[in-house]
Protein backbone atom coordinates (compact mmCIF):
# COMPACT_ATOMS: atom_id res chain seq x y z
CA UNK A 1 0.00 0.00 0.00
CA UNK A 2 1.31 3.57 -1.05
CA UNK A 3 1.82 6.47 1.35
CA UNK A 4 -1.34 8.36 -0.73
CA UNK A 5 -3.55 5.13 -0.01
CA UNK A 6 -2.81 4.49 3.39
CA UNK A 7 -3.16 8.38 4.43
CA UNK A 8 -6.64 8.08 2.97
CA UNK A 9 -7.96 5.02 4.67
CA UNK A 10 -6.22 6.59 8.20
CA UNK A 11 -8.63 9.71 7.23
CA UNK A 12 -11.64 6.92 6.06
CA UNK A 13 -11.34 5.63 9.35
CA UNK A 14 -10.67 9.08 11.23
CA UNK A 15 -14.29 9.98 9.80
CA UNK A 16 -16.31 6.72 10.76
CA UNK A 17 -14.67 6.74 14.36
CA UNK A 18 -15.76 10.19 14.71
CA UNK A 19 -19.51 9.19 13.37
CA UNK A 20 -19.50 5.96 15.49
CA UNK A 21 -17.82 7.14 18.58
CA UNK A 22 -20.14 6.51 21.13
CA UNK A 23 -18.30 3.89 23.50
CA UNK A 24 -16.11 5.76 25.86
CA UNK A 25 -12.80 4.23 26.48
CA UNK A 26 -10.88 5.88 29.54
CA UNK A 27 -10.58 9.66 28.43
CA UNK A 28 -12.03 9.63 25.48
CA UNK A 29 -14.64 12.31 24.87
CA UNK A 30 -17.62 11.03 22.87
CA UNK A 31 -19.63 13.18 21.36
CA UNK A 32 -22.09 12.91 19.00
CA UNK A 33 -21.45 15.18 15.60
CA UNK A 34 -24.03 13.53 13.27
CA UNK A 35 -27.19 14.66 16.50
CA UNK A 36 -28.72 17.58 15.43
CA UNK A 37 -27.09 20.47 17.61
CA UNK A 38 -30.72 22.25 18.37
CA UNK A 39 -32.67 21.63 21.80
CA UNK A 40 -35.32 19.56 21.72
CA UNK A 41 -39.00 21.02 20.60
CA UNK A 42 -41.05 22.45 23.57
CA UNK A 43 -43.11 19.46 24.80
CA UNK A 44 -39.92 17.49 24.65
CA UNK A 45 -38.39 20.30 27.02
CA UNK A 46 -37.84 19.82 31.11
CA UNK A 47 -39.44 22.64 32.66
CA UNK A 48 -37.17 24.85 34.76
CA UNK A 49 -36.94 24.63 38.68
CA UNK A 50 -36.53 27.60 41.19
CA UNK A 51 -38.71 30.10 39.15
CA UNK A 52 -41.21 32.57 39.75
CA UNK A 53 -44.06 33.97 37.22
CA UNK A 54 -43.84 36.93 37.18
CA UNK A 55 -46.81 39.98 34.83
CA UNK A 56 -47.06 40.06 31.55
CA UNK A 57 -45.57 36.09 30.56
CA UNK A 58 -41.95 37.26 32.41
CA UNK A 59 -40.67 34.37 34.54
CA UNK A 60 -37.44 35.19 37.61
CA UNK A 61 -34.75 32.57 37.61
CA UNK A 62 -34.11 31.83 41.28
CA UNK A 63 -31.44 29.35 40.23
CA UNK A 64 -28.29 31.56 40.38
CA UNK A 65 -26.71 34.96 41.94
CA UNK A 66 -27.61 36.27 39.02
CA UNK A 67 -31.95 36.15 39.12
CA UNK A 68 -32.34 37.05 35.60
CA UNK A 69 -35.63 38.15 34.59
CA UNK A 70 -36.14 37.18 31.55
CA UNK A 71 -38.82 38.11 29.28
CA UNK A 72 -41.34 36.01 26.99
CA UNK A 73 -39.05 34.26 24.08
CA UNK A 74 -35.87 35.49 25.75
CA UNK A 75 -33.01 33.53 27.73
CA UNK A 76 -31.33 33.69 31.08
CA UNK A 77 -27.38 35.31 31.18
CA UNK A 78 -26.40 31.59 31.05
CA UNK A 79 -28.20 30.81 27.32
CA UNK A 80 -29.63 27.18 28.57
CA UNK A 81 -32.59 28.67 29.87
CA UNK A 82 -35.45 30.03 28.08
CA UNK A 83 -39.09 31.38 28.74
CA UNK A 84 -41.43 30.18 26.25
CA UNK A 85 -44.56 31.86 26.95
CA UNK A 86 -44.71 32.34 30.83
CA UNK A 87 -42.97 29.11 31.30
CA UNK A 88 -39.12 28.55 31.89
CA UNK A 89 -37.60 25.48 30.38
CA UNK A 90 -34.06 23.89 30.71
CA UNK A 91 -32.32 23.58 27.02
CA UNK A 92 -30.25 21.25 28.17
CA UNK A 93 -31.60 18.91 30.29
CA UNK A 94 -30.27 15.43 28.97
CA UNK A 95 -28.36 16.85 25.88
CA UNK A 96 -24.52 17.11 27.43
CA UNK A 97 -22.09 18.24 24.60
CA UNK A 98 -18.84 16.66 26.91
CA UNK A 99 -18.67 13.34 28.40
CA UNK A 100 -14.99 11.82 29.50
CA UNK A 101 -14.15 9.40 31.52
CA UNK A 102 -11.31 11.01 33.87
CA UNK A 103 -9.41 9.94 36.54
CA UNK A 104 -10.90 11.46 40.12
CA UNK A 105 -7.08 13.05 40.92
CA UNK A 106 -8.05 15.49 37.29
CA UNK A 107 -11.21 17.11 38.63
CA UNK A 108 -9.02 17.76 41.53
CA UNK A 109 -10.36 15.91 44.14
CA UNK A 110 -7.32 14.69 46.57
CA UNK A 111 -9.25 12.90 49.46
CA UNK A 112 -11.79 10.80 47.13
CA UNK A 113 -11.46 7.39 46.12
CA UNK A 114 -8.06 7.58 44.79
CA UNK A 115 -7.30 6.12 41.42
CA UNK A 116 -10.89 5.90 40.60
CA UNK A 117 -12.68 7.06 37.45
CA UNK A 118 -15.37 8.94 37.14
CA UNK A 119 -18.12 9.70 33.88
CA UNK A 120 -17.72 13.35 33.77
CA UNK A 121 -20.38 15.49 32.09
CA UNK A 122 -21.20 18.80 30.58
CA UNK A 123 -23.66 21.05 28.37
CA UNK A 124 -23.27 24.28 27.01
CA UNK A 125 -23.50 28.03 28.79
CA UNK A 126 -22.70 29.19 31.71
CA UNK A 127 -23.68 32.33 34.22
CA UNK A 128 -20.22 33.43 35.01
CA UNK A 129 -18.25 35.26 31.94
CA UNK A 130 -14.46 34.74 32.98
CA UNK A 131 -11.67 36.16 30.67
CA UNK A 132 -9.61 33.16 31.36
CA UNK A 133 -12.00 30.66 30.95
CA UNK A 134 -10.13 26.94 30.44
CA UNK A 135 -13.35 25.24 28.75
CA UNK A 136 -14.82 28.16 26.95
CA UNK A 137 -14.96 26.52 23.58
CA UNK A 138 -18.73 25.56 25.24
CA UNK A 139 -19.08 27.60 28.44
CA UNK A 140 -19.54 30.75 25.92
CA UNK A 141 -21.72 28.63 22.97
CA UNK A 142 -25.38 28.50 23.23
CA UNK A 143 -27.01 24.72 23.05
CA UNK A 144 -27.39 25.29 19.44
CA UNK A 145 -23.72 25.99 18.83
CA UNK A 146 -22.05 22.71 20.46
CA UNK A 147 -22.48 19.30 19.65
CA UNK A 148 -24.86 17.23 22.40
CA UNK A 149 -25.82 13.88 22.76
CA UNK A 150 -28.94 12.73 23.83
CA UNK A 151 -27.94 11.31 27.28
CA UNK A 152 -30.92 10.95 29.41
CA UNK A 153 -30.40 10.57 33.07
CA UNK A 154 -31.11 6.54 32.87
CA UNK A 155 -28.18 5.94 30.42
CA UNK A 156 -26.04 8.06 31.77
CA UNK A 157 -26.24 6.82 34.83
CA UNK A 158 -26.21 3.06 33.19
CA UNK A 159 -22.89 4.44 30.87
CA UNK A 160 -21.21 4.66 34.27
CA UNK A 161 -21.67 1.48 35.86
CA UNK A 162 -20.81 -0.03 32.58
CA UNK A 163 -17.93 1.79 32.34
CA UNK A 164 -16.33 0.03 35.93
CA UNK A 165 -16.70 4.71 37.42
CA UNK A 166 -16.71 4.70 40.99
CA UNK A 167 -18.79 8.21 40.48
CA UNK A 168 -20.56 10.78 38.00
CA UNK A 169 -19.13 14.17 38.24
CA UNK A 170 -20.51 17.45 37.15
CA UNK A 171 -17.86 19.86 35.40
CA UNK A 172 -16.44 21.72 32.26
CA UNK A 173 -19.00 24.44 32.24
CA UNK A 174 -21.21 25.41 35.39
CA UNK A 175 -23.67 22.85 36.25
CA UNK A 176 -25.67 25.01 38.01
CA UNK A 177 -26.79 26.09 34.43
CA UNK A 178 -27.89 22.11 33.94
CA UNK A 179 -29.29 22.11 37.46
CA UNK A 180 -32.15 19.49 36.58
CA UNK A 181 -30.59 17.42 34.66
CA UNK A 182 -27.57 16.90 36.76
CA UNK A 183 -29.62 16.62 40.06
CA UNK A 184 -32.11 13.88 38.28
CA UNK A 185 -28.75 11.57 37.36
CA UNK A 186 -27.28 12.69 40.90
CA UNK A 187 -30.09 11.37 42.44
CA UNK A 188 -30.69 7.73 39.84
CA UNK A 189 -26.39 7.54 40.27
CA UNK A 190 -26.50 7.39 44.04
CA UNK A 191 -29.64 4.89 44.24
CA UNK A 192 -27.49 2.69 41.66
CA UNK A 193 -24.44 2.77 44.10
CA UNK A 194 -21.99 5.40 42.66
CA UNK A 195 -20.53 8.49 44.36
CA UNK A 196 -21.71 11.99 43.03
CA UNK A 197 -19.74 15.27 43.01
CA UNK A 198 -19.82 18.63 41.40
CA UNK A 199 -17.22 20.83 40.25
CA UNK A 200 -18.54 24.75 40.30
CA UNK A 201 -17.97 28.58 40.84
CA UNK A 202 -20.36 28.05 43.85
CA UNK A 203 -23.07 30.56 42.97
CA UNK A 204 -26.03 28.72 43.47
CA UNK A 205 -28.90 30.06 45.58
CA UNK A 206 -29.01 28.78 49.53
CA UNK A 207 -32.59 26.62 48.50
CA UNK A 208 -31.41 24.82 45.42
CA UNK A 209 -27.96 24.27 46.90
CA UNK A 210 -29.40 22.73 50.16
CA UNK A 211 -31.93 20.11 47.74
CA UNK A 212 -28.61 19.18 45.63
CA UNK A 213 -26.28 18.45 48.18
CA UNK A 214 -28.80 16.03 50.02
CA UNK A 215 -27.82 13.76 46.86
CA UNK A 216 -23.83 14.81 46.17
CA UNK A 217 -20.93 13.51 47.87
CA UNK A 218 -18.31 15.76 46.99
CA UNK A 219 -18.11 19.10 45.50
CA UNK A 220 -14.85 21.10 44.18
CA UNK A 221 -15.63 24.63 44.60
CA UNK A 222 -13.43 27.41 42.54
CA UNK A 223 -12.73 29.98 44.62
CA UNK A 224 -11.28 32.49 42.05
CA UNK A 225 -9.92 34.92 44.02
CA UNK A 226 -10.34 37.37 47.19
CA UNK A 227 -11.79 40.80 46.08
CA UNK A 228 -15.24 42.15 45.16
CA UNK A 229 -13.08 44.13 42.29
CA UNK A 230 -11.55 40.90 41.15
CA UNK A 231 -14.99 39.13 40.75
CA UNK A 232 -16.37 41.83 39.27
CA UNK A 233 -13.53 42.85 36.43
CA UNK A 234 -12.92 39.51 35.57
CA UNK A 235 -15.84 37.30 35.69
CA UNK A 236 -18.45 39.73 36.01
CA UNK A 237 -19.94 37.96 38.97
CA UNK A 238 -19.89 38.65 42.69
CA UNK A 239 -17.49 37.13 45.39
CA UNK A 240 -20.35 36.99 48.33
CA UNK A 241 -22.33 34.19 46.91
CA UNK A 242 -19.14 32.09 46.56
CA UNK A 243 -18.48 32.38 50.43
CA UNK A 244 -21.71 31.80 51.42
CA UNK A 245 -22.10 28.42 49.21
CA UNK A 246 -19.21 27.40 51.26
CA UNK A 247 -20.33 28.36 54.06
CA UNK A 248 -23.24 25.89 53.58
CA UNK A 249 -21.53 22.83 52.11
CA UNK A 250 -19.49 23.19 55.10
CA UNK A 251 -22.55 23.30 56.99
CA UNK A 252 -24.77 20.41 55.22
CA UNK A 253 -21.43 17.77 56.08
CA UNK A 254 -20.32 17.31 52.29
CA UNK A 255 -16.91 16.82 51.49
CA UNK A 256 -15.30 20.12 49.85
CA UNK A 257 -11.95 20.86 47.97
CA UNK A 258 -11.24 24.18 47.19
CA UNK A 259 -9.36 25.55 43.64
CA UNK A 260 -7.58 28.37 43.14
CA UNK A 261 -6.62 29.48 40.01
CA UNK A 262 -3.31 31.69 39.92
CA UNK A 263 -3.12 34.27 37.87
CA UNK A 264 -0.15 36.89 37.53
CA UNK A 265 -0.93 40.16 38.11
CA UNK A 266 -4.48 39.68 38.58
CA UNK A 267 -5.07 37.91 41.93
CA UNK A 268 -1.75 36.81 42.87
CA UNK A 269 -1.43 39.46 45.51
CA UNK A 270 0.26 37.64 48.59
CA UNK A 271 -1.92 39.81 51.10
CA UNK A 272 -5.54 38.91 49.20
CA UNK A 273 -3.79 35.11 49.24
CA UNK A 274 -3.04 35.37 52.88
CA UNK A 275 -6.96 37.03 53.63
CA UNK A 276 -8.26 34.30 51.81
CA UNK A 277 -6.48 31.67 53.60
CA UNK A 278 -6.95 32.92 57.18
CA UNK A 279 -10.78 33.34 55.88
CA UNK A 280 -10.99 29.06 54.78
CA UNK A 281 -9.52 28.12 58.25
CA UNK A 282 -11.54 30.24 60.04
CA UNK A 283 -14.89 29.71 58.31
CA UNK A 284 -14.48 25.85 57.11
CA UNK A 285 -11.75 24.91 59.06
CA UNK A 286 -7.81 23.81 58.70
CA UNK A 287 -8.60 20.27 57.14
CA UNK A 288 -10.34 21.61 53.67
CA UNK A 289 -8.40 20.90 50.99
CA UNK A 290 -6.89 24.09 48.63
CA UNK A 291 -5.61 23.54 45.17
CA UNK A 292 -3.15 26.45 43.76
CA UNK A 293 -4.02 26.03 40.21
CA UNK A 294 -1.27 27.15 37.72
CA UNK A 295 -2.35 29.82 34.88
CA UNK A 296 -1.81 29.04 31.03
CA UNK A 297 -2.60 31.62 28.62
CA UNK A 298 -6.10 30.97 26.95
CA UNK A 299 -9.79 32.96 25.97
CA UNK A 300 -9.12 36.08 26.81
CA UNK A 301 -6.03 36.76 28.80
CA UNK A 302 -3.72 35.49 25.95
CA UNK A 303 -1.22 37.84 26.71
CA UNK A 304 -0.43 36.96 30.06
CA UNK A 305 2.31 34.48 31.02
CA UNK A 306 1.81 31.01 32.89
CA UNK A 307 2.00 31.92 36.56
CA UNK A 308 5.56 31.37 38.14
CA UNK A 309 6.18 28.23 40.24
CA UNK A 310 7.42 30.24 42.63
CA UNK A 311 4.44 32.30 42.87
CA UNK A 312 2.53 29.39 43.53
CA UNK A 313 5.29 28.22 45.88
CA UNK A 314 4.63 30.97 47.89
CA UNK A 315 0.73 30.91 47.76
CA UNK A 316 1.77 27.46 49.29
CA UNK A 317 3.50 28.60 52.41
CA UNK A 318 1.19 31.66 52.74
CA UNK A 319 -1.61 28.96 53.15
CA UNK A 320 -0.05 26.53 55.20
CA UNK A 321 1.52 29.24 57.58
CA UNK A 322 -2.14 30.42 57.89
CA UNK A 323 -2.76 26.65 59.67
CA UNK A 324 -4.41 24.91 56.48
CA UNK A 325 -3.37 21.23 56.82
CA UNK A 326 -3.76 20.14 52.73
CA UNK A 327 -2.05 22.49 50.53
CA UNK A 328 -2.00 21.33 46.55
CA UNK A 329 -0.08 22.83 43.45
CA UNK A 330 -1.99 21.80 40.55
CA UNK A 331 -1.02 21.73 36.64
CA UNK A 332 2.57 21.71 37.84
CA UNK A 333 3.15 17.95 36.68
CA UNK A 334 5.48 16.57 39.04
CA UNK A 335 5.92 18.56 41.57
CA UNK A 336 5.93 17.34 45.49
CA UNK A 337 2.66 19.46 46.21
CA UNK A 338 1.18 17.31 43.87
CA UNK A 339 1.27 14.75 47.16
CA UNK A 340 -0.66 14.17 49.92
CA UNK A 341 1.24 14.43 53.23
CA UNK A 342 0.45 13.87 57.05
CA UNK A 343 -0.03 17.11 58.33
CA UNK A 344 0.86 15.20 61.73
CA UNK A 345 3.82 13.35 61.24
CA UNK A 346 4.90 14.51 57.75
CA UNK A 347 4.77 11.21 56.02
CA UNK A 348 3.66 10.90 52.62
CA UNK A 349 0.25 9.57 51.89
CA UNK A 350 -0.14 9.33 48.41
CA UNK A 351 2.44 10.39 46.19
CA UNK A 352 1.01 11.79 42.96
CA UNK A 353 2.53 12.96 40.00
CA UNK A 354 -0.06 14.67 38.53
CA UNK A 355 -3.17 13.06 38.17
CA UNK A 356 -1.55 9.94 38.18
CA UNK A 357 -1.28 7.95 42.27
CA UNK A 358 2.34 7.04 42.34
CA UNK A 359 1.63 4.77 45.49
CA UNK A 360 -1.04 5.34 48.17
CA UNK A 361 -0.23 4.43 51.72
CA UNK A 362 -3.54 5.76 52.95
CA UNK A 363 -5.15 2.38 55.41
CA UNK A 364 -8.98 3.28 55.94
CA UNK A 365 -9.00 6.62 55.90
CA UNK A 366 -6.13 7.34 57.91
CA UNK A 367 -1.97 7.45 58.67
CA UNK A 368 -0.74 4.13 58.74
CA UNK A 369 2.59 5.87 60.39
CA UNK A 370 0.68 8.00 63.05
CA UNK A 371 -2.91 6.88 62.79
CA UNK A 372 -3.79 10.69 62.33
CA UNK A 373 -7.42 10.44 60.24
CA UNK A 374 -7.29 12.24 57.26
CA UNK A 375 -10.49 13.80 55.52
CA UNK A 376 -12.09 12.85 52.84
CA UNK A 377 -14.19 10.01 51.43
CA UNK A 378 -11.82 6.53 50.89
CA UNK A 379 -14.06 3.98 50.87
CA UNK A 380 -14.73 2.47 47.53
CA UNK A 381 -16.69 0.47 45.46
CA UNK A 382 -20.64 0.14 45.60
CA UNK A 383 -21.76 2.19 48.49
CA UNK A 384 -25.78 2.56 47.64
CA UNK A 385 -27.31 2.82 51.09
CA UNK A 386 -24.06 2.74 53.04
CA UNK A 387 -23.15 4.86 55.54
CA UNK A 388 -20.90 7.54 53.95
CA UNK A 389 -17.20 7.39 54.85
CA UNK A 390 -16.20 11.13 55.67
S1 LIG B 1 -29.21 30.06 36.10
FE1 LIG B 1 -29.11 31.27 34.19
S2 LIG B 1 -31.18 32.09 33.95
FE2 LIG B 1 -31.02 31.41 36.07
S3 LIG B 1 -30.43 33.23 37.23
FE3 LIG B 1 -28.54 32.13 36.70
S4 LIG B 1 -27.85 33.05 34.77
FE4 LIG B 1 -29.98 33.66 35.07
Not at 10 to 28: P, T, W
Not at 186 to 201: C, D, I, P, S, V
Not at 222 to 231: N, R, S
Not at 241 to 246: A, C, I, N, Q, R
Request: aromatic share 8%; with cysteine.
Amino acid sequence: MNIRHWKSRLRLGIELVALIAFIVVGGMVILSPTLPPSPADVETLTEARYYTKLDSKQVQCQLCFRRCTIAQGQRGECGARENREGTLYSLVYGQPCAIQIDPVEKEPLFHMLPTTKTLCLGTAGCNFKCTFCQNWQISVRTPEETNNVSLPPEEAVNKAIELGCSSMSFTYNEPTVFYEYMYDVTKLAQERGLWTYFHTNGALNPEPLRELLKHMDAVCVDLKGFTPEFYQETSNSELEPVLSTLKIIKEEGVHLEIVNLVIPTLNDNPKDIEDMCHWLRDNLGEEVPLHFSRFFPTYKLLKLPPTPIETLEKAREIALDAGLNYVYIGNVPGHVANSTFCPQCGQTLIWRAHFSVISNQMKEGRCPFCDHQIPGIWESGIRAGEKKSK
